[in-house]
């Protein structure tokens, strides 16, 4: 399979073989389902330890792991990508053009723990019954009615992630691998403008997926704890886009400024849906 913008980001790692370099790619998905395993591993090993030492300490964390995970892995994920911003300046001046070869695991490293973070939004939370966990990870509807949606729910929750997948893979066909990992925050120069329908009804299609990703993990379940989690990690990226766009106003100026006014940056209007899914489908 094809990646697009493959080439051009082997060509910015100048000390990188071609076959170092794709590696270097595949630390992505490989450092972020080892992270989506030490979350799961983590919340049944204080599940475990509840339920064999019911201490009220153990039955405080296992209520908060669910949203550590969210803070450690998507927050922290985060700030970490966004090094690449924010060391640019002293990177550029202390390493010259090997700047974003120097930085570029930090970011990949960064976006591997987002990834793994929302992920975790589709891991069924089996707690102890009677605890607050046990409420907050249970459906909605289970509150009220004994009927179980649950092949509506994963239904629903797994076309939401297949929707994000393709929204994912085709904005990466549109402006590159290159892009996704931060070449151009290194070399604007190199940088150009993708003109594509897509983004004249959103800024960010890839951040779009990540939204898309959470919903469906909120559709999956159902629940008090998955509604939290969506929200935060739609949050948190509402945050980071504020940081990249600090970059991107610098890059393209003020008209840079007009298209933020007129273009939303990780929903998409109604109106313009058969947009996104003519997107979709080309």
């Not at 204080?46 to 405080?60: E, G």
């Not at 969210?70 to 202390?94: M, P, R, S, V, W």
């Not at 992630?161 to 990992?181: Q, S």
Request: with cysteine.
């Amino acid at each position: 399979m094809r990646i697009s913008g493959l080439q051009r980001f082997i060509n910015y790692l100048p000390d990188y073989s071609e076959k170092q370099s794709k590696l270097l790619l595949l630390r992505l998905p490989g450092f972020a389902i080892l992270f989506f395993l030490l979350q799961i591993g983590f919340f049944y090993s204080i599940r475990f330890l509840t339920l064999q030492y019911p201490i009220k300490l153990f039955k405080v964390i296992l209520f908060i792991v669910p949203i550590l995970n969210n803070i450690i892995f998507i927050f922290f994920g985060t700030l970490i990508a966004q090094l690449g911003f924010h060391k640019k300046k002293d990177y550029l001046e202390k390493y010259g053009n090997r700047a974003y070869q120097r930085i570029v695991k930090t970011i990949l490293f960064g976006i591997s723990m987002v990834f793994a973070g929302i992920l975790f939004g589709y891991v069924p939370l089996f707690y102890p019954s009677g605890q607050i966990g046990y409420y907050l990870s249970q459906p909605f509807y289970s509150w009220f009615t004994n009927w179980d949606w649950v092949w509506i729910r994963y239904t629903l929750g797994g076309i939401c992630f297949l929707i994000a997948l393709r929204t994912a893979y085709r904005a990466v066909e549109e402006f590159g691998i290159d892009t996704a990992a931060m070449v151009y925050v290194y070399f604007p120069e190199d940088a150009k403008i993708v003109d594509h329908d897509i983004y004249s009804i959103v800024r960010h299609p890839m951040y779009l997926a990540v939204v898309l990703v959470a919903i469906g993990g909120f559709l999956t379940h159902f629940s008090g704890y998955s509604i939290l989690l969506s929200i935060i990690t739609y949050l948190n990226f509402c945050r980071h886009i504020l940081v990249e766009e600090r970059e991107l106003k610098i890059r393209f100026g003020k008209s840079y400024e007009e298209y933020i006014k007129r273009t939303p940056g990780m929903l998409i209007s109604p109106k313009n849906w058969p947009k996104f899914f003519k997107f979709l489908i080309n």
